[in-house]
């Protein structure tokens, strides 16, 4: 017969080995796929890794698609965190890419120097917005926020469709459904010379590490922290654990709608429909791989976008579909699910009934 | 008036019915799962699973039957997946089920993509065609409305009665509604919990991919990435409308079928006043709406998320 | 006939990880017989009765259990259902019911067919109705267990068991949940049944109905069985030595002149969710210097009392005060600012957030407070001193205090809470429940800091559903029933006993 058993302690071992072993269980699991694609697998990661490492450039692109994911990660991270189950990442990039872009392309007369920071308090305003109601809606009626968050997902990008092809659209754009681009002086500056990496990527580094120290060292991150872990005696110690619903929930839709931002400011320069390649999902997957903790986010991000622009050189050289990287993630997923499991608790085997003499 | 006009066509109460066909699957798979304590995330990927491998199935041949049994059991399979995450090891009910879309999503639109790289349309297949009924489909209204709608819809109603008839009149229905109230008084009577919980995953999956299976092999008859398009979430929401009643489920997928073949029809009577993205947009709302309303009398399933371990008490 | 042995536990040994739960215990079973398996909390009862049917596995000895025919066989061990099948039936302490269906259906549930087309519910309502008459445990069988009373529940659980053909009945302290009126009726009923040939084994910690309803008595200490007697052969005091090891200490509390009141509640309506948490018109006054007891069986409105004080809920009517001083919205943070000490029901649920450090769990309560933090960051060497000084102080045992405090055993986190709550010199103090689940040792401690806060000047609610611990604590006593408040004229065992059946007194 076989038990479950809680361990007494975590081992560090263990929620460090865990990500690490479930990173690598993924990638080699990959070799499935590419074999029924009739692809060599051992060509196949090396091209994989020449896609990441193989140049400057190479690896730049990954710092690139890693920064959206930053900020995502940090929005499901810190929202987990306090078991506030916050699947809309998605939606409220686009809000925040959506304010974006509204106040960026020159609607509003601000001052050079002004625009930019406008640009991003707005979108991680609008961001935030998006996360009112389905909080709301939680704490008034009970509504589960997964469900609503996930809906407002495709509200939302529904809405954007419409003001891409209304008030948002590009006159210059002959009909196709973009905005019109943000001024100079508002796009976040490159990073490196004729390379796409830029400043968005500072800031989700610093807002990472601001994001560890509050959630270890401050007095909103100890309530914070007692609500996810036990909101019955976080109330019941006087924590108002609506406010810290509303505190979080504010934070990680504005944290969504900063890689909203980073992305039209920093990469694109206007909005299309397409801007997110499911950043918000794929949020979710980095703050799990990072066992929700802000500094883990920016590994766990790294990982994932050197997965996913590994996977794109991987299959313009061999003809294998890109598609190859959302299954790499997604295995990834179940696999430090899983782990965490062997994390909390171990089998143990005990032989089974004896019979009596 | 037009609405009037709209309401009373036999054509928007056939659409209604055949829009709410994969949601009648959805809900009853989900309440399935949601009756016997566990929720079932994985639902969106399950549909996009069952869509993909029904069509693939017909499209290589093995009939369009075949096709409906290859979706359930490609569901099932998933099903099982999120069953050992969720019950035996007690993950977290949420992550898993969004894992499995993730998952299941992937597999599909991967394997599609290398079973057909270079496709510029779709190839398509010979779908489920209306049942003609002799004289049946010929009645005024219902004829058209009920008798030429294709055998998955009545597929769909048949599955409402049997469900309920399973979850209320049988051993069976009453021990996954009690496993999803108090595990315990399962475990105390000499039963598995983690076999009734499990096989009601599985079978409320396989349900889920039927719903998905509707889509390429009735309303549509190609696959498209994205053609799901978030219906798997709006069962989640309807189930909890339904009070988890498999009555009150067609119910729900009805009305919401309603609603969504009226905005389509509303689009083309006053869609010149409203941008079309405004009807787009009123599925997913009223799902919010019905959600909002049901939530704070909801009696959710008391063991719902909640894992059970053998031997803890 | 009547002689023979229905059932033999060999040996039985179990350790949970470093706890020895039972340590070769032996014990035999007549037919017909009822015997009392007496013991302190912890001392492993339910862990004995668990392996014996079939929840946890031994990790040495073997049971023997009689057949139909009354040959004793070897049961093979860690399968409810070989148990059930055996003749081993269980009513546990926590009802093992679904709610959402009948009695009729938690009653059949596992004896028929799963896959079945069909049910034959006539044939089993004709089944469970001959168990009924020959009983007396009624109930109806086809309102949902959810809207059943606890008495009710409790005589289906039993009758889950006859229904399964049991020839051996464990009940695990059934009458915890029942006012000294209702158990005697339960009694009845187990002598009707024993009297068809029913063995019982009935766990309890209250020697007074053990004495008087039993035929012999078994007594467990610290997982290891310390004596067996015909119970006519036993008296309350040599058992209770048994029990304990040493003769049971008496709290010297003393009476002490009751001071101002400190918190005084008039008028307090609450209509909860379910009965538990109901409360109506309520008037109550605590003073300093007093222990207030409130008496009641389980369910009764205790939660709304202890949800009320603890500032859990917003009352729709009525004032409170708290030193005079009234309370305008009602919170956790606003009770614990004017001066109430909460000590919750469930203290892994409430009491402490398992998953922080027994230091943070220490503040959490005065996460404003400047020795806790300055400007919104924590002070964590000042967090860690006080919870250094506080564990010392109120003997807080634990792998320390950076550790997570859900590896305190439950005596620990009762201390942790208490130090909590303590060190605060609080005006009035909530105890609810203070003692359940606790060893003696850890349970007296607690009494003794009631008492100790009580001479400070404190005012003290004292949630119990024992008895004994309220006539062992309170000055003055007060019996909830219903939602509502009556004041105890004495303090005479049966008279709050039918205080609180309802019955006039």
């Known amino acids: 017969m076989i038990r479950i058993e809680p361990r007494q302690t975590q081992s560090r071992a263990f929620t460090l080995g865990v990500p690490i072993l479930s990173a690598i269980i993924a990638l080699g699991f990959a070799a499935i796929p590419l074999l029924a694609a009739g692809a060599n697998p051992i060509l196949a990661y090396q091209e994989m890794f020449r896609g990441v490492f193989g140049s400057v450039f190479a690896f730049s692109e990954v710092l690139t698609r890693a920064t959206p994911l930053i900020f995502t990660g940090l929005a499901a991270a810190l929202a987990f965190r306090a078991k506030l189950w916050n699947i809309g990442a998605e939606g409220q990039l686009y809000l925040g890419a959506m304010a974006a872009v509204a106040v960026g392309s020159g609607v509003l007369d601000v001052h050079g120097i002004l625009l930019l920071p406008l640009i991003v308090v707005l979108g991680a305003a609008a961001g935030a917005a998006g996360m009112v109601a389905p909080t709301y809606l939680k704490i008034r009626f009970g509504a589960d926020e997964v469900v609503t968050t996930l809906l407002l997902n495709f509200i939302i990008l529904i809405f954007v469709q419409m003001m891409l092809e209304g008030a948002l659209q590009d006159p210059m754009s002959l009909g196709w459904p973009q905005s019109a681009p943000i001024l100079d002086q508002g796009m976040l500056p490159p990073l490196i010379e004729r390379m796409r990496v830029h400043s968005g990527l500072i800031v989700a580094l610093i807002l990472a590490g601001l994001a560890q120290f509050m959630l270890a060292r401050s007095v909103w991150g100890f309530r914070l922290r007692a609500v996810g872990e036990n909101a019955a005696a976080a109330r019941h110690a006087g924590i108002n654990v609506n406010r810290s619903l509303f505190g979080v929930a504010i934070l990680s839709g504005g944290l969504a709608g900063l890689a909203g931002v980073s992305e039209v400011a920093g990469l694109k320069g206007y909005l299309t429909s397409d801007l997110s390649p499911g950043f918000g999902y794929t949020g979710i997957v980095v703050a799990m791989l990072a066992g929700l903790s802000p500094v883990g986010v920016v590994i766990a991000a790294l990982f994932i976008a050197s997965v996913f622009v590994g996977a794109d050189s991987m299959s313009r050289a061999m003809g294998v579909s890109s598609f190859l990287a959302d299954l790499v993630v997604s295995v990834s997923l179940l696999c430090v699910l899983v782990g965490g499991f062997f994390a909390r608790y171990r089998i143990v085997r005990a032989s089974t009934a004896r019979a009596a003499p | 008036m037009d609405i009037l006009n709209i309401l009373l066509s036999e054509s928007f109460w056939a659409a209604s019915l055949r829009i709410a066909t994969p949601l009648i699957f959805g809900v009853l798979g989900a309440l399935i799962c949601e009756r016997a304590g566990v929720l079932n995330l994985g639902i969106e990927g399950i549909f996009v699973v069952g869509a993909m491998c029904g069509w693939m199935a017909v499209w290589l041949g093995a009939g369009l039957w075949g096709g409906v049994l290859v979706a359930a059991l490609a569901g099932a399979f998933f099903g099982l997946l999120h069953a050992i995450l969720t019950v035996p090891l007690g993950l977290s009910q949420h992550v898993s089920g969004l894992g499995i879309t993730l998952f299941a999503t992937s597999v599909s639109y991967y394997t599609y993509r290398t079973a057909l790289p270079n496709v510029s349309s779709p190839p398509r297949i010979e779908p489920f065609q209306p049942l003609d009924l002799p004289v049946l489909s010929d009645l005024p209204f219902l004829g058209t409305v009920l008798f030429q709608q294709t055998a998955l819809t009545w597929l769909a109603l048949l599955m409402v009665a049997a469900v309920w008839y399973v979850m209320n009149r049988t051993a069976l229905g009453v021990a996954i509604q009690a496993v999803g109230d108090n595990p315990d008084s399962i475990d105390a009577q000499g039963l598995s919990v983690y076999g009734l919980r499990i096989g009601a995953i599985v079978a409320g999956s396989a349900l889920m991919a039927l719903g998905g299976a509707f889509l390429t092999m009735s309303a549509f008859d190609a696959f498209f990435f994205g053609m799901v398009n978030g219906r798997g979430w709006v069962c989640i929401a309807l189930v909890i409308f339904a009070s988890w009643r498999p009555g009150k489920a067609l119910l729900g997928a009805l009305l919401f079928g309603a609603f969504d073949a009226l905005q389509v029809r509303l689009q083309t009577e006053i869609g010149a006043l409203v941008p079309g993205q405004v009807f787009l947009m009123a599925p997913y709302i009223l799902s919010i709406i019905a959600l909002v309303v049901a939530a704070r009398s909801a009696d959710y399933p008391r063991a719902l998320l909640t894992p059970w371990f053998k031997g803890q008490r | ?505």
Do not use: W
């Open chain 3, 1 to 505: 006939m009547t002689d023979s042995t229905v059932l033999k536990l060999n040996g039985l040994s179990k350790r949970f990880g470093p706890v020895v739960a039972n340590d070769d215990v032996s014990l035999t079973l007549k037919r017909g017989e009822v015997l009392a398996l007496l013991g302190e909390n912890g001392a492993g009862k339910t862990t004995l009765m668990n392996m014996l049917f079939g929840h946890y596995l031994p990790d040495s000895g073997s049971i023997d259990v009689a057949d139909k025919a009354g040959v004793l066989r070897p049961l093979p061990l860690g399968h409810p259902q070989v148990a059930l099948a055996a003749g081993v039936g269980m009513v546990h302490q926590h009802f093992t019911l679904a709610e959402n269906i009948s009695a009729l259906d938690n009653i059949t549930l596992g004896s028929e067919p799963l896959l079945a087309l069909r049910r034959n519910r006539r044939e089993a309502r004709q089944k469970i109705q001959a168990i009924i008459d020959r009983s007396g445990l009624t109930a109806p069988l086809d309102t949902p267990v959810g809207r059943l009373s606890v008495g009710e529940r409790q005589r289906v659980e039993i009758l889950k068991a006859l229904y399964r053909q049991a020839r051996i009945l464990v009940l695990d302290e059934p009458t915890a949940v029942l006012t000294p009126q209702e158990a005697d009726t339960l009694f009845e009923n187990i002598r009707m049944m024993t009297d068809e040939g029913l063995s019982v084994i009935f766990i309890s910690h209250k020697l007074r109905e053990v004495l008087s309803f039993s035929d012999r008595i078994a007594v467990l200490r610290h997982g290891r069985k310390v004596g067996e007697m015909a119970t006519s052969e036993a008296d309350e005091k040599s058992i209770a030595r048994m029990m304990v090891g040493a003769d049971t200490p008496e709290l010297a509390g003393g009476t002490m002149a009751p001071g101002v009141p400190v918190l005084s509640l008039s008028g307090v309506s609450v209509s909860g969710r379910s009965k538990r948490d109901t409360l109506s018109s309520v008037d109550l006054t605590v003073h300093a210097h007093e222990i207030l007891g409130i008496a009641g069986v389980s369910g009764n409105g205790q939660s709304g009392l202890a949800n009320v004080i603890s500032g859990l809920v917003q009352p729709e009517q009525g004032l409170i005060k708290v030193d005079g001083v009234e309370i305008g919205t009602l919170n956790p943070a606003s009770m614990i600012r004017a001066g109430v000490g909460r000590i919750p029901e469930d203290r892994h649920r409430e009491g402490i957030v398992g998953a922080m450090s027994v230091a943070e769990n220490m503040v959490i309560e005065r996460l404003g407070d400047s020795d806790v933090q300055s400007r919104g960051l924590l002070r964590h060497e000042a967090i860690e001193e006080n919870a250094t000084r506080l564990a010392k102080a109120y003997d807080v045992r634990g792998p320390g205090v950076e550790a997570p405090a859900r590896l305190l055993s439950g005596g620990n986190i009762q201390k942790l809470i208490l130090a909590r709550v303590f060190d605060r010199a609080p005006r009035l103090i909530l105890a609810n429940q203070p003692t359940r689940g606790l060893d003696m040792g850890a349970a007296a401690e607690v009494g003794r800091r009631l008492l100790e806060a009580r001479e400070r000047g404190a005012g003290v609610v004292l949630i119990s559903e024992d008895l004994d611990e309220i006539l062992g604590l309170a000055d003055r006593i007060v019996v909830i029933r219903d939602g509502e408040l009556h004041e105890a004229p004495g303090r005479d065992r049966e008279q709050i006993g039918l205080m609180m059946a309802g019955e006039p007194a």
